[in-house]
C-alpha cells in the first residue's frame, strides 16, 4: 500500500470543506483530487483549504487516477448512488455522506456493487462519534439502563433559504423527504442505541403553513413509531420546517434507568433523588462544523489499515434506510409496513 492513502473529494459544497480538514488532520491520508460541478468550484475549494491538487469536473477521470484509494462522496443526494457504484468499481474505498441512497433499488445496487468489489465504506451517520452518543453507548454497555423498553429520537430543524442547501432539499427527486434529508440520523441514532432489528414501522406526515417551507416537495414533517425484534418500541420524529432552534432529542427508558439527553437517572447511582447531569458535547447544532467528523474519517482509514468492517458500512447503513423507505410508504399508503421492506 502507499505510503499515504490518497483521497478523491467529489462535491464542493459545505460538507466537502470538513471532509477536507478531517483528512489533512491524519497523518495516513492526503487529499489528491477535488471533483466539482465547475472547475471554478473544485478551484474555489482547494484554495479555501490550502491544497494545490488536482481538480476536476469528470468525475470518472478522478476515479483513474492510481493515487486515489478514497473517495469522499460529498454530492447533493440524488447522486451518491451513481458515484458510489463508480467508485466500487474502480476499486475505491468509500466515505458517503448521507442518505446513501434515495430508493431501494439505489440501494440494492450499492450493495451489490461494493460487495463484488470487497471495498471498505462508511456512510456518513457522523453523530455516531458525537460524545453524548458515544457516552449513552457506554452506559448501555455498562447496563446502566438496563433493557430498553422504549426510545424516541427526534430531528428538528427549520431547514429554510437561508441553507445552502435549502434549493436542492426542497426537491424529491433530490432531497427525497424529510427522514432521507435530515431525519435519518435519529432513525440512525435509535437503531445504534436500541440494538436489536425493526420488525415493523407506522407512519404519518404532514406540513405546516410556514412562508418558507411551502416549497417543498414532500411533507417537511413526519413521525413513525418503530416495533423491534425483542418488543421494545420507538418513535421518531422528523421536522425540517419547525420555527425554533435546533434540537435532537434522545430518551432511553430502560427497566433499571432513564436517559434524557445529557441527563441520566440510573441504579448504577444510589441515592439518585433526581436526573444527573452529564457533562459533555450535545448533537445540538445543525451547522456541519459541529459535526464530528475527525473521528469519522479516522474509523474509515483505520477500517482500511486494518482490513476490518466499520460499525457504520454499507451493510449497516441498508438497514437504518431500510426503516426510513418502509416508514415513507407508510405515511403515503396508510397502513403499518413489516420488515424486511425490501425483497
Not at 439505489?106 to 453523530?127: D, G, H, I, P, Y
Not at 430531528?155 to 434549493?167: M, S, T, V
Not at 434529508?181 to 406526515?205: I, K, N, P, Q, T
Request: charged share 25%.
Amino acid at each position: 500500500m502507499a505510503k499515504k492513502l490518497g483521497v478523491g473529494i467529489v462535491g464542493t459544497g459545505w460538507v466537502s470543506g470538513e471532509h477536507v480538514k478531517a483528512y489533512q488532520r491524519n497523518p495516513h491520508t492526503e487529499v489528491r483530487g477535488i471533483c466539482g460541478r465547475t472547475k471554478e468550484g473544485a478551484q474555489r475549494l482547494a484554495a479555501s483549504t490550502g491544497l494545490s491538487c488536482p481538480t476536476f469536473t469528470d468525475y470518472s477521470e478522478m476515479l483513474k487516477r492510481d493515487d486515489i484509494h478514497i473517495i469522499s462522496i460529498c454530492t447533493p443526494n440524488h447522486l451518491h448512488a451513481q458515484e458510489a457504484i463508480g467508485a466500487a468499481e474502480a476499486g475505491k474505498h468509500i466515505l458517503i455522506e448521507k442518505p446513501a441512497a434515495l430508493n431501494t433499488k439505489e440501494l440494492v445496487a450499492m450493495r451489490k456493487a461494493v460487495k463484488k468489489a470487497r471495498v471498505k465504506t462508511v456512510v456518513s451517520f457522523v453523530l455516531r462519534w458525537n460524545p453524548l452518543f458515544e457516552t449513552i453507548k457506554s452506559l448501555l454497555a455498562d447496563d446502566a439502563l438496563g433493557r430498553i423498553f422504549y426510545a424516541e429520537v427526534d430531528y428538528f430543524h427549520g431547514i429554510g433559504p437561508w441553507y445552502k442547501q435549502y434549493a436542492w432539499n426542497i426537491k424529491k427527486k433530490v432531497g427525497g423527504s424529510s427522514l432521507l434529508s435530515a431525519g435519518c440520523h435519529a432513525v440512525d441514532g435509535l437503531r445504534w442505541f436500541v440494538g436489536d432489528e425493526v420488525v415493523e414501522v407506522s407512519s404519518y406526515s404532514t406540513r405546516g403553513n410556514g412562508k418558507h417551507f411551502k416549497e417543498y416537495e414532500y411533507d417537511p414533517t413526519s413521525v413513525a413509531i418503530l416495533k423491534f425484534k425483542k418488543g421494545a418500541v420507538g418513535k421518531v420524529a422528523s421536522c425540517v420546517e419547525s420555527k425554533m432552534p435546533y434540537v435532537f432529542n434522545i430518551g432511553l427508558y430502560g427497566d433499571k434507568g432513564s436517559v434524557r439527553n445529557n441527563q441520566l437517572y440510573s441504579h448504577k447511582l444510589p441515592g439518585q433523588t433526581g436526573f444527573a447531569t452529564i457533562p459533555t458535547i450535545l448533537p445540538d447544532s445543525g451547522d456541519v462544523t459541529h459535526h464530528p467528523f475527525q473521528g469519522e474519517m479516522n474509523h474509515l482509514v483505520d477500517c482500511i489499515l486494518s482490513n476490518k468492517e466499520s460499525h457504520v458500512n454499507l451493510e449497516d447503513a441498508f438497514k437504518t434506510h431500510e426503516i426510513i423507505f418502509a416508514a415513507d410508504y407508510s405515511a403515503r399508503t396508510g397502513r403499518p409496513v413489516k420488515l424486511p421492506f425490501i425483497k
